[in-house]
């Protein structure tokens, strides 16, 4: 049977973010009927800072991957600061992942699994993974290296 | 208490651009259920011209903002002129901000600003704001500088 | 009046190419209430390969409309194997088309109509065209010229 999304979070060990104050003028996330829809996140590290770099050129793939894992916790973060819990969350609807790369980067699938595979990992492989694009930008706010917005729905 | 959309546009004194023909195999906008579906929008002017421009090369980070607020009227046009008046949009869902900038742009917020802080003004703090991205891309058609897609939720 | 879609692709002659496997952790496809999210979908051949090329550099931009075309029917291709037939979607709600072209590229339009001239061949001009934006990516996996997401609402 399926353990409970706060449940996975305790046991992974994992340490959320703070969750990060809009760069702009816009909410974190809002909810319509049963969805979350959650703004464009960017890699929130625990002391607040952003990771940053463009890939293939500041920063490897396997950094990039990283990254987009952190952005997944920074999601995270904002869930829980906003829901009260992960457990309010019954599934994954839509992910859409944006990598800031070179203009002949062609892994952006690798990169984007970083946020992905934590989803699966709190949500189930079932529950966890929604659909999905995972894409190239020509530049991304403060140079991260990835920016992922989401959609979920409510248990 | 809150004015109506179309009295806070009336009062603001500005200016709709004519409602864009679109561009190709698309319709303006669309509902679904309580929800309008935006199509991806570009900066018209009054006399129906775009805008143009790649922003931190051809166009300063200043006019791309304008830019971005002219982008916000054209979907104001898009929606009163589909739907008859701004008082049957009740809040705003999300907006999805694209800037058309150079590779090592980083002010993306900044410039999406000047459509959100648009709808804030006709809808309010409240209903005008909703989630967002505001990200580079490589080019938009035309060399527009900003193209915005949006969700907003009938009253 | 209006013919079934299946009818329509028969009429056509068209062949769909093999429905492509997630190059990620991500679902080809989901259902929330009466509406399918398909996944980022790229140009899938009929032997399985994908189309490949940066437009504006590699290929042309009418190889790229093809491109767009191509993508079209690889998401036709995952509607059918995952809901058994077209005709259990009633219309198109969203396209997003994305572009893997040159810095100064301008005709996304142009080439995302390859998709929705075939969606519209399909479901009628009416109930096949629904809202889009078409817009230029810095890169794409893979290298192919085109990556294309939509949102259908079940019969």
Known sequence: MAHPPEENLLKSGLILPPPPKPAGVY???LQVDNLIYVSGHGPVLEDGTLIKGKVGYEITVEAAKVAARQTGLTILATLKSNLGSL???KRVIKVFGMV????????HPFVINGCSELFAEIWGNENGVGVRSAVGMGSLPGNIPVEIEAVFELA
């Open 100 to 107: 800031n790369s070179t203009l002949n980067f062609e892994e």
């Open 87 to 89: 457990d309010k969350i």
């Open 27 to 29: 909410k974190p996330l």
